[in-house]
């Protein structure tokens, strides 16, 4: 793929169609003032079609985000235009402080400091459940 508008950044390759936009609320990319591109339903030859993310700023980038998302996504670390690093990605066995309990009688809705944990609990299914409660998330 073409990654020469890049200098510094990362671009977030192989992630299913349609999953472009979810991934870049759930990163708060934005909330950044940072240049971003969302590229949906390229064409690739693994996936017949894709969505891409490029991000021109070496901001930090919550990976475990990425991999929930999208397990089969790779992250492209992008320095001086040229390509250094390839990430795969995978199913991350603990989220923190990315998705929020539903469970209104959940003690993270009323201690309100608690970190929001949420663990891997079913990998085949891909489910996740809330560590204080065991709520699943949606
Ligand atoms: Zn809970």
Redesign the pocket.
């Known amino acids: 793929m073409n990654i020469d508008s890049i200098r510094n950044g990362m671009v977030i390759d192989h992630i299913s169609a349609g999953y472009g936009m979810k991934l870049y609320h759930l990163l708060g990319l934005d909330e950044q003032d940072v240049s971003v591109a969302i590229i949906k339903n390229v064409t690739s030859r693994k996936l017949g079609k894709k969505d891409i993310i490029k991000i021109d700023a070496e901001i930090p980038v919550n990976l475990d985000v990425i991999g929930y998302v999208d397990p089969g996504a790779t992250v492209n670390i992008i320095k001086n235009g040229e390509l250094v690093e390839k990430k795969n990605m995978a199913l991350p066995t603990e989220l923190h402080n990315v998705l929020r309990?539903k469970?209104p009688r959940?003690?993270?809705s009323t201690e309100q400091e608690l970190p929001h944990v949420f663990r891997l609990t079913d990998p085949e299914r891909k489910i996740y459940r809330?560590a204080?409660?065991e709520?699943k998330a949606e």
Do not use: Q
Request: some cysteine; hydrophobic content about 20%; glycine content about 0%.
């Open positions: 309990c469970n959940c003690i993270t809330c204080w409660c709520t």
